[in-house]
């Protein structure tokens, strides 16, 4: 079964709208969360770290104003995409990893969402 | 710094055929994990196979077999007897001991089997 849920699936909504999208972890508690963005046929792209209990940490070229990052319970990290605009449509994926200290962390595969197609219109 | 590099963009082949799937990367580390995996059309990940940098088995399962050689620095994907629904974007992606353990993918390559 999933080992990492993502809601939801599909957003399509107007200009303007802040949209947040949801990533937990269900089998294991994620101090760690990753945000990947993919645009068409393009590969997937690490935007951001996120950290239980700390600030995430943005890639290069990531706007942390415009992509907020919530990431307060082990299994549970938030991306909100503030004002989105239609660039900023794409396809977002969350993964999680077990934490190092569980023996299960290092190496092991992260595990990811089934992504969200956001589609702005 | 870390780099992977899959040079095939799109391959298409006869079903039934064999196809290789290309991965060359680069990284500083002594110590990394190498991982392929299957993106479908519905676009969700699918997980392959990981392999750490220190073992250089080659390993097969079912269909699939991987092709680890450290001396090239690369990490091939070989598909026997292709299905259609073998057709995917197939991404190779790398992962450091060092740091935050963050994925770093390939530019992936188009898979259509051609029934």
């Known amino acids: 079964g999933a080992v990492v849920s993502q809601h939801p699936s599909r957003v399509i909504c107007k200009s303007g709208t802040s949209v947040k999208i949801e990533c937990r972890s269900l089998?294991?508690?994620?101090?760690?969360m990753f945000w990947y963005r993919q645009f068409p046929k393009q590969s997937l792209m690490l935007m951001a770290t996120?950290?239980?209990?700390?600030?995430?940490?943005?890639e290069q070229g990531v706007e942390k104003d415009k992509f907020l990052i919530n990431h307060a319970s082990l299994t549970l990290s938030t991306l909100t995409v503030t004002s989105a605009h239609p660039e900023d449509s794409s396809f977002y994926i969350c993964?999680?990893?077990?934490?190092?200290?569980?023996?299960?962390?290092?190496?092991?595969?992260?595990?990811f969402g089934d992504g969200t197609r956001l589609s702005i219109l | 710094a870390q780099k992977v590099t899959q040079a095939q963009t799109e391959i298409s082949v006869v079903e039934k055929e064999d196809v290789t799937l290309d991965c060359v990367y680069e990284?500083?580390?002594?110590?990394?994990?190498l991982f392929w995996y299957k993106q479908p059309p519905s676009g969700e990940l699918v997980f392959l196979i990981r392999?750490?940098?220190?073992?250089?088995q080659n390993e097969i399962s079912g269909r699939y077999s991987w092709n680890f050689q450290k001396s090239t620095s690369s990490f091939n994907f070989t598909i026997t007897a292709s299905q259609v629904v073998d057709s995917a974007v197939y991404f190779c992606?790398?992962?450091?001991?060092?740091?935050?353990?963050?994925?770093?993918f390939g530019t992936g390559t188009r898979l259509t089997v051609i029934p």
């Open positions: 993964s999680a990893r077990p934490p190092r200290w569980s023996g299960r962390g290092l190496g092991q595969p992260q595990h």
């Open positions: 089998d294991f508690q994620a101090t760690t």
């Open positions: 996120s950290n239980e209990g700390s600030k995430a940490t943005y």
């Open positions: 990284t500083r580390d002594t110590t990394y994990y």
């Open positions: 392999r750490n940098s220190f073992d250089e």
């Open positions: 992606a790398l992962s450091e001991a060092t740091g935050a353990n963050n994925l770093f």
